[in-house]
């Protein structure tokens, strides 16, 4: 549940028992990324760069229906995160695994188009998160807050275009879906995955195993 934090006293002792109360929200995060925007907007006019920013999203949100899970954008991209119980509460698609596949999905649908000049390439960073808030700092938005959403930022500076960089958890989390399934581990667009890296990103003071997914 969002908790509004707004305090005008810096040394509230009734900040710091409400920060105190706030619970961990678990969840999956992922950026994304649409390539080559800056450039194209001094290439073209507002209908040229428009359309084909509408056309993206379209393929790669709301087609997956992850339009209820976009927290924030800034300018071409955007942060979204679906908590552990959210995920788990739907229909179908319900696991790590096939958020996943989804995004490949999308990510493959767009990089293989015959008209290429209807969509944009993007690049997409994941990671299943436990040290995470939902807090907000500004009345009427909602928000997510921690150093597993810091990673997930840092893990963005690993990705290219048509590449998907997951880290070692996110991994794990999806190869143990896929056991729970009764599926080998090469199963679906796992069956590109990398080997794994390892990486000491500015401002986490441990190392972050990482592979990632090549979009073909």
Same mark, same amino acid.
């Given at each position: 549940?969002?908790? #509004?934090?707004?305090?005008?006293?810096?040394?509230?002792?009734?900040?710091v028992r409400?920060?105190?109360?706030?619970p +961990?929200c678990?969840?999956t995060c992922?950026f994304m990324d649409?390539?080559r925007?800056?450039?194209?907007?001094y290439?073209?006019?507002?209908k040229d760069?428009?359309?084909?920013?509408n056309?993206t999203?379209n393929y790669?949100?709301?087609?997956?229906?992850?339009?209820?899970n976009?927290?924030k954008?800034?300018g071409?991209e955007?942060?979204l995160y679906?908590?552990?119980?959210v995920l788990q509460?739907?229909?179908?698609?319900n696991?790590?695994?096939a958020l996943l596949?989804?995004i490949y999905s999308?990510?493959?649908?767009?990089?293989?188009?015959?008209?290429?000049?209807l969509f944009?390439?993007c690049?997409?960073?994941?990671?299943?998160?436990?040290?995470v808030?939902?807090?907000?700092f500004?009345k009427?938005?909602?928000? #997510?807050?921690?150093?597993?959403?810091?990673?997930?930022?840092r893990l963005?500076g690993?990705g290219?275009?048509n =590449?998907?960089v997951?880290s070692?958890?996110?991994?794990? =989390?999806v190869?143990?879906?896929?056991?729970?399934?009764g599926?080998?581990?090469e199963t679906?667009?796992?069956?590109?995955v990398s080997? +794994?890296?390892?990486?000491?990103?500015?401002?986490?003071?441990?190392?972050?195993?990482?592979?990632f997914?090549d979009?073909?």
């Amino acid at each position: 549940m969002l908790r #509004y934090i707004h305090f005008t006293d810096p040394n509230s002792a009734e900040m710091v028992r409400a920060l105190e109360r706030v619970p +961990r929200c678990p969840g999956t995060c992922f950026f994304m990324d649409i390539n080559r925007s800056t450039d194209m907007k001094y290439l073209g006019g507002l209908k040229d760069w428009g359309r084909k920013l509408n056309n993206t999203f379209n393929y790669l949100l709301f087609a997956n229906h992850f339009q209820h899970n976009i927290v924030k954008g800034i300018g071409d991209e955007m942060m979204l995160y679906i908590p552990d119980e959210v995920l788990q509460k739907k229909a179908s698609n319900n696991t790590c695994f096939a958020l996943l596949e989804d995004i490949y999905s999308g990510l493959y649908l767009i990089r293989n188009h015959p008209d290429p000049d209807l969509f944009l390439n993007c690049k997409v960073a994941i990671h299943h998160c436990t040290e995470v808030y939902n807090i907000t700092f500004f009345k009427g938005a909602n928000d #997510y807050y921690g150093s597993d959403i810091d990673l997930t930022a840092r893990l963005m500076g690993k990705g290219i275009e048509n =590449r998907i960089v997951l880290s070692e958890t996110f991994y794990k =989390r999806v190869v143990e879906d896929l056991a729970n399934l009764g599926l080998p581990p090469e199963t679906g667009c796992l069956s590109r995955v990398s080997e +794994r890296h390892t990486e000491i990103f500015r401002g986490v003071p441990v190392t972050t195993d990482y592979r990632f997914i090549d979009v073909q």
